[in-house]
């Protein structure tokens, strides 16, 4: 059927030694459209499936990056029975990082464990590619020099150390950031392990990668270095690679490696070749095959084509049209299946729903004709015209009459309207949810190519507008969305278009593309006011994503200027507002956008939050109502209404909420950790120990979980497994200063002081302004009897926070300790002028007034700390429970020591857990060392608690 020597230069590959100096491993297919490239790429893959032990995958212009194309790759090998395991796993890996960290910039966390850890605000999130795209563009591609100056590298360079900086507070791995900072790094080497092993257990592997003129650009640096760098590993030399396209392989790339390429230029077949492919569709008299020639001018897919229209029988066919279609429809007869054909080239692909929709209702039932075409490739359950043909077409019909082609256009517009709508339906009202979904992303782009095709002009601006939410979600749909511009703009010849595919295509092939895209639709006088205010709106996100919310307010103030009637710059501004603090102004942009959008979940949202962070909770809990009410899916606002139940106290209410937010999203790692923190502050241990493990089981690399875990165990008593958690954190990471004062707390509690106080130093040589573990070293000193050394620690803990009450209370102890009655005094007072609320810092005070002869004073201290505890301890929760432990040490203090025992019982029969009953016996402890004559009525209160804690 011809290309027999292109065939036969292929199949002697097989006889050949892969490992010969000279064996072709890698082949370049190369001829213009329609000499038979893909043709003869079958051709040759189903050769290669012909030989024992030979697996193949094929790869078209579907793919749109590396990543892509190895899925491919791995999924093709995969239904051969050889799939790439480790690679599909370290892929699922990777978006389930990424999304942990799309999470992450959305979820209102607190800090690791540490108090006032500062929360990180809800934004709405977008992929994680788009932040590190604005934070580093990297170097530019060669011919991108177009793009220089584009964004200031100072900031650049600053938003790169902050998103390494945001990446590494919630993945904590530093594979894991490398992973979604560089997935390539992370993959190409497993890929290349696991195609290794496939290549081991079979005699040839060979790659296909077809319509390579189109994928050859975001594909060559990749399959170069693949092929003969050593940067992701070695390719088995059993491996062949197969590319074929329209033009030459770009030297810039290949230029060293030109050399060991096997060229197989094909060019239109020799009459001969012709002859050959006619016979074998039964077209063998002389007047046809002449026919065929000169219409044709050999070119294989039209000699292939017409010899299928007229199968030997000999009709007359009269002289030929000067056009391509009329060739390519020469030998249909029926005119209602000829405008069949003319119209279902209009679409990029096709249905048989669309095809019913497009063709006249007496050629519907001939989709599976349409699909027999010659010219027609079939596809997935869809079909595809060939280029050649499709173009010349097009070319007619737009020419031929342009309302009708604007009206043929509009309809298929409203056809992927129409299934665009259909999908968004079951995706709440959030634009970025709706991105996120692939068949809704394709109904889009099929809709914004008809509209173009349809009013090129008119539709750029919406086109450009939408670009930004492109550039939201990852390389690859902004690659495919630069190509719907571009083609748009070959198929009507509208060079604007065509110049803005190319301006996002080349901004795609950039390390870091989204500040260079944004900058690109800022600058463009085709885009309007609306579309600005969202490119303003996006970059401003992408800024508040990197932590730099000033330069974000900058940008949506901007926004709201441009488009003061749209609701989503108002959300972005209220937005930052509330992550800057600025809570008022955040409740008033807010309110803004919802009054112009009463259906905006996001924005009832943040400003639910902006309520709960004023104290304003009823108008918190109303808003996160909204905000479920219109997107029952809106995991982050079960989230976020969890918070507010916890801040009163409702804590089966915020169990409810966390549980929804997880059957929503079951990878939401910060509603796992806040919920186990949460069972943790209710004494449900095991619980807790269970969230952390999922944590951990999610994410082995999660030092925050591991820690948090340690802590739970801890207080469970289990301390070499704590310890043993902590040390896994600081192994992942060294410079994990929370941890290491969080295992010196451990030490200390196992009596193993001298590594307890290695690793508070440890962790204040990390952190030397950590007034936490400065605070919890001077008591393991207090406890040692090295006051001085203690009271230094906490004076430099008060000098870092001087509202610290609890360091305070520490130094008057050992202020009193010394002897050092006026300075004792001195921070008792401060204590309860920071919180006259707090039963410990009264009763601290009246011990002290009582050790330095103020007795008057002494007894008011006390009945203010026994009046407060009694206040607290009739409630419940943890407070409860605090309070509860005060009125023990409290009646010690006061030498009534028949009702401490009773209520030692009372709180041993609520089951606090082993943690507060060991706090209980500690805090005895040290009123017995400030207090020695009240010694004899702590002594059989102690015995009672540890007596508990034996038998628990």
Same mark, same amino acid.
């Given at each position: ?96 990082? =990424? ?124 399959? =170069? ?17 197969? @590319? ?27 009459? &001969? ?82 095809? #019913? ?46 309302? =009708? ?11 992927? #309207? ?5 999908? !968004? ?35 750029? +601006? ?41 301006? @996002?295509?080349? $901004? ?44 974000? @307010?900058?940008?949506? !103030? ?33 309110? #803004? ?53 916890? $801040? ?56 925050? $979980? ?48 001298? &590594? ?22 001077? &008591? ?48 008792? +007072? ?83 857990? #082993? ?38």
């Amino acid at each position: 059927m011809g290309r027999r020597g292109e065939l036969a230069v292929f199949r002697e590959t097989f006889a050949r030694d892969p490992e010969g100096a000279d064996f072709p491993f890698l082949f370049h297919v190369r001829g213009n459209g329609g000499v038979g490239k893909s043709t003869l790429v079958r051709q040759w893959e189903s050769t290669a499936r012909e030989q024992p032990s030979v697996v193949t995958a094929y790869v078209d212009d579907e793919v749109h990056d590396a990543l892509e194309a190895m899925e491919a790759v791995s999924a093709r090998l995969g239904r051969q029975g050889h799939p790439l395991k480790r690679f599909d796993k370290q892929l699922t890996t990777y978006r389930q990082r =990424r999304h942990q960290a799309e999470s992450a910039v959305a979820a209102p966390q607190s800090g690791p464990g540490e108090p006032g850890a500062a929360a990180a605000g809800p934004s709405p999130s977008s992929a994680v590619a788009a932040q590190v795209g604005l934070a580093g563009l990297g170097a530019l591609v060669p011919g991108a020099a177009l793009f220089t100056g584009a964004v200031d590298p100072q900031q650049v360079a600053l938003g790169a150390d902050r998103v390494r900086a945001m990446l590494n507070t919630r993945l904590r791995s530093h594979d894991d950031v490398q992973l979604v900072m560089n997935p390539l790094t992370g993959l190409a080497p497993v890929f290349l392990d696991d195609l290794a092993e496939v290549a081991e257990r079979c005699e040839r592997v060979v790659l296909f990668f077809d319509v390579y003129e189109r994928t050859g650009p975001v594909l060559d640096t990749w399959l =170069r270095t693949i092929t003969f760098g050593d940067e992701y590993g070695s390719l088995p030399v059993n491996v062949q690679i197969v @590319l074929a396209g329209q033009l030459r392989l770009d030297t810039r790339v290949w230029g060293d490696r030109l050399g060991q390429v096997t060229e197989v230029s094909l060019e239109v077949f020799s009459e &001969e070749e012709a002859r050959t492919l006619l016979a074998t569709h039964g077209v063998t008299d002389e007047p046809s095959i002449e026919l065929v020639l000169r219409l044709s001018g050999r070119l294989p897919l039209l000699v292939d084509m017409l010899a299928r229209s007229d199968p030997g029988g000999g009709a007359a066919t009269g002289d030929p049209s000067e056009t391509a279609v009329e060739r390519f429809l020469k030998w249909e007869p029926d005119p209602e299946r000829r405008e069949a054909a003319l119209a279902c080239a209009l679409p990029l692909q096709t249905d048989e729903d669309i095809y #019913r929709a497009v063709v006249p209702e007496s050629a519907a039932g001939s989709y599976a004709w349409l699909r027999g075409l010659a010219f027609v490739s079939p596809q997935a359950g869809r079909c595809r015209y060939h280029d050649v043909v499709r173009a010349a077409m097009l070319r007619l019909q737009r020419t031929r009459s342009p309302a =009708r082609w604007q009206q043929a256009h509009t309809l298929l517009a409203d056809v992927f #309207r129409q299934r665009r709508l259909a999908v !968004e339906a079951d995706l709440g009202t959030d634009p970025e949810d709706f991105w996120k979904e692939a068949v809704w992303r394709e109904h889009r782009l099929n809709e914004t190519y008809h509209l173009l095709c349809a009013n090129p002009r008119t539709a750029l +601006a919406d086109a450009l507008r939408e670009s930004a939410h492109a550039i939201g979600l990852d390389v690859a749909t902004l690659r495919r969305w630069a190509q719907i511009l571009g083609g748009a703009g070959l198929d009507t010849d509208t060079e604007a278009l065509v110049s803005w595919g190319e301006r @996002l295509e080349a $901004a795609a092939e950039q390390e870091q593309p989204g500040a260079v895209v944004l900058t690109l639709l800022l600058k463009a006088s085709e885009l309007d006011a609306s579309g600005r205010a969202l490119a303003y709106t996006v970059r401003a996100e992408e800024y508040r994503h990197v932590g730099d919310a000033r330069s974000a @307010l900058a940008d949506c !103030e901007a926004a709201v200027a441009l488009a003061p009637d749209a609701a989503r710059p108002h959300a972005g501004l209220g937005e930052t507002f509330r992550v800057l603090g600025r809570y008022e102004e955040s409740v008033a942009s807010c309110t #803004r956008a919802v009054e112009i959008d009463p259906g905006y979940a996001l924005a009832f949202g943040s400003r639910g939050d902006a309520y709960r962070n004023l104290g304003r909770h009823d108008e918190a809990f109303a808003d996160f109502g909204r905000a479920i009410e219109i997107d029952r899916r809106y995991a982050w606002a079960y989230g976020s209404r969890a918070r507010v139940y916890e $801040a009163l106290e409702r804590h089966e209410e915020a169990l409810a909420d966390y549980d929804r937010a997880l059957e929503i999203d079951p990878l939401y790692e910060w509603a796992v950790g806040s919920r186990a923190q949460l069972f943790e502050r209710m004494g449900r241990y095991e619980e807790a120990l269970a969230d952390y493990d999922r944590a951990v089981e999610m994410d082995p690399q999660y030092a925050w $979980a591991l820690g948090s875990r340690a802590r739970v165990k801890k207080d469970m008593g289990r301390l070499e497994e704590a310890v043993a958690d902590y040390s896994r954190a600081v192994e992942i990471l060294p410079d994990y200063a929370w941890a290491f004062q969080g295992r010196a707390q451990v030490y200390a509690g196992m009596g193993r002081h001298d &590594e307890a106080l290695a690793d508070f130093a440890r962790a204040l040589e990390l952190r030397p302004g950590y007034g936490w573990a400065l605070g919890n070293r001077g &008591e393991l000193y207090e406890k040692l009897g090295r006051r001085e050394e203690a009271v230094a620690d906490f004076t430099r803990a008060i000098e870092i926070d001087p509202a610290s009450d609890w360091v305070l209370g520490a130094r008057a102890r050992t202020y009193l300790c010394l002897g050092r009655h006026e300075d004792a005094l001195a921070d008792c +007072a401060r204590t309860v002028e920071i919180d006259p609320r707090d039963g410990w810092n009264q009763m601290l005070y009246g011990v002290v007034l009582r050790a330095a002869g103020d007795t008057p004073a002494a007894e008011a201290r006390f009945a203010e700390a026994l009046r407060l505890f009694t206040e607290e301890g009739a409630g419940a929760g943890d407070a409860a429970v605090n309070a509860r432990q005060g009125l023990i040490v409290l009646h010690c203090a006061l030498f009534d020591h028949g009702a401490a025992a009773s209520v030692a019982e009372a709180l041993i029969a609520l089951g606090p857990g #082993r943690n507060l009953i060991e706090e209980a016996v500690e805090d005895l402890s040290l009123l017995g060392a400030l207090c020695p004559e009240a010694g004899p009525g702590i002594e059989p209160v102690t015995r009672r608690l540890r007596e508990t804690l034996r038998q628990g």
